[in-house]
Protein backbone atom coordinates (compact mmCIF):
# COMPACT_ATOMS: atom_id res chain seq x y z
CA UNK A 1 0.00 0.00 0.00
CA UNK A 2 1.35 3.41 -1.28
CA UNK A 3 1.62 5.70 1.60
CA UNK A 4 2.94 9.29 1.58
CA UNK A 5 3.19 11.78 4.61
CA UNK A 6 3.70 15.75 4.41
CA UNK A 7 6.18 17.29 6.84
CA UNK A 8 7.74 21.30 7.50
CA UNK A 9 4.45 23.23 7.36
CA UNK A 10 4.38 26.13 9.88
CA UNK A 11 4.05 29.69 10.05
CA UNK A 12 6.34 32.32 8.23
CA UNK A 13 6.54 35.67 7.28
CA UNK A 14 5.70 37.32 3.68
CA UNK A 15 9.14 37.63 1.74
CA UNK A 16 10.19 33.96 4.21
CA UNK A 17 10.81 30.46 2.90
CA UNK A 18 10.02 27.03 4.01
CA UNK A 19 10.83 23.74 2.74
CA UNK A 20 8.19 21.25 2.79
CA UNK A 21 9.03 16.72 2.63
CA UNK A 22 6.96 13.95 1.90
CA UNK A 23 8.14 10.51 2.78
CA UNK A 24 6.77 7.86 0.69
CA UNK A 25 6.76 4.22 1.34
CA UNK A 26 5.14 1.37 -0.33
CA UNK A 27 6.23 2.24 -3.65
CA UNK A 28 9.30 1.80 -6.14
CA UNK A 29 9.94 6.10 -5.66
CA UNK A 30 11.48 6.38 -8.83
CA UNK A 31 9.16 4.46 -10.56
CA UNK A 32 6.39 6.98 -9.58
CA UNK A 33 5.80 10.43 -10.61
CA UNK A 34 5.03 13.08 -7.77
CA UNK A 35 3.80 15.99 -7.21
CA UNK A 36 2.83 18.97 -4.74
CA UNK A 37 -0.75 20.44 -4.60
CA UNK A 38 -2.17 23.13 -2.35
CA UNK A 39 -5.50 23.88 -1.41
CA UNK A 40 -6.59 27.75 0.09
CA UNK A 41 -9.25 27.96 2.38
CA UNK A 42 -12.51 27.62 0.94
CA UNK A 43 -11.24 27.04 -2.46
CA UNK A 44 -10.04 23.55 -4.65
CA UNK A 45 -7.26 21.67 -4.69
CA UNK A 46 -4.56 23.44 -7.12
CA UNK A 47 -1.27 21.87 -8.28
CA UNK A 48 2.14 23.63 -7.61
CA UNK A 49 5.06 21.16 -8.77
CA UNK A 50 5.54 17.62 -10.11
CA UNK A 51 8.18 15.42 -10.92
CA UNK A 52 8.04 13.03 -13.30
CA UNK A 53 10.03 9.15 -12.47
CA UNK A 54 13.13 10.52 -14.76
CA UNK A 55 13.21 14.21 -13.14
CA UNK A 56 11.22 16.18 -15.29
CA UNK A 57 9.75 19.11 -13.32
CA UNK A 58 6.88 21.11 -14.22
CA UNK A 59 5.76 23.95 -11.96
CA UNK A 60 2.27 26.47 -11.69
CA UNK A 61 2.65 29.48 -13.35
CA UNK A 62 1.38 30.95 -9.53
CA UNK A 63 5.21 29.51 -8.35
CA UNK A 64 7.48 29.02 -10.57
CA UNK A 65 10.55 30.69 -9.83
CA UNK A 66 9.43 30.92 -6.17
CA UNK A 67 9.70 26.92 -5.53
CA UNK A 68 12.21 23.97 -6.53
CA UNK A 69 10.39 20.65 -6.38
CA UNK A 70 13.03 17.79 -5.73
CA UNK A 71 13.51 14.26 -4.70
CA UNK A 72 15.68 11.92 -2.94
CA UNK A 73 15.39 8.50 -4.49
CA UNK A 74 17.80 6.48 -2.25
CA UNK A 75 15.92 8.10 0.69
CA UNK A 76 12.21 7.75 -1.21
CA UNK A 77 12.10 12.08 -0.15
CA UNK A 78 10.41 14.15 -2.11
CA UNK A 79 11.32 18.21 -1.46
CA UNK A 80 9.41 21.55 -2.05
CA UNK A 81 11.63 24.74 -1.36
CA UNK A 82 9.69 27.66 -1.73
CA UNK A 83 10.89 31.10 -1.25
CA UNK A 84 9.84 34.97 -1.16
CA UNK A 85 6.74 33.60 0.15
CA UNK A 86 3.17 35.76 -0.14
CA UNK A 87 0.13 35.46 2.25
CA UNK A 88 -1.79 33.99 -0.68
CA UNK A 89 0.08 31.10 -0.52
CA UNK A 90 -1.46 29.86 2.83
CA UNK A 91 -3.11 26.39 2.12
CA UNK A 92 -2.73 23.40 3.17
CA UNK A 93 0.13 21.48 1.35
CA UNK A 94 -0.37 18.01 -0.02
CA UNK A 95 2.05 15.32 -1.35
CA UNK A 96 0.97 12.96 -4.18
CA UNK A 97 2.20 9.96 -5.84
CA UNK A 98 1.23 8.14 -9.23
CA UNK A 99 2.96 5.74 -11.32
CA UNK A 100 1.58 7.55 -14.08
CA UNK A 101 4.06 9.20 -16.16
CA UNK A 102 2.70 12.81 -16.96
CA UNK A 103 -0.05 12.70 -14.37
CA UNK A 104 0.01 16.67 -13.65
CA UNK A 105 -3.44 17.43 -12.09
CA UNK A 106 -5.35 16.22 -8.71
CA UNK A 107 -7.62 13.80 -10.33
CA UNK A 108 -4.30 12.21 -11.96
CA UNK A 109 -2.66 11.00 -8.78
CA UNK A 110 -4.10 8.07 -7.07
CA UNK A 111 -2.75 8.63 -3.57
CA UNK A 112 -1.99 11.35 -1.14
CA UNK A 113 -1.19 12.40 1.91
CA UNK A 114 -3.00 14.18 5.05
CA UNK A 115 -1.18 17.56 4.22
CA UNK A 116 0.46 20.02 6.15
CA UNK A 117 -0.37 23.68 6.52
CA UNK A 118 2.02 26.60 5.42
CA UNK A 119 0.57 30.30 6.80
CA UNK A 120 2.10 33.02 5.62
CA UNK A 121 1.34 36.31 7.67
CA UNK A 122 2.05 39.91 5.99
Known amino acids: QVQVRESGGGLVQAGGSLRLSCTAS????????MGWFRQPPGKGREAVATITSDGAASYAATMRGRCTISKDNAKNILYLQMSSLKPEDTAMYYC????????????????WGQGTQVTVSS
Open 96 to 111: AADPFRDARYPGDFGS
Open 26 to 33: GLTFDDYT
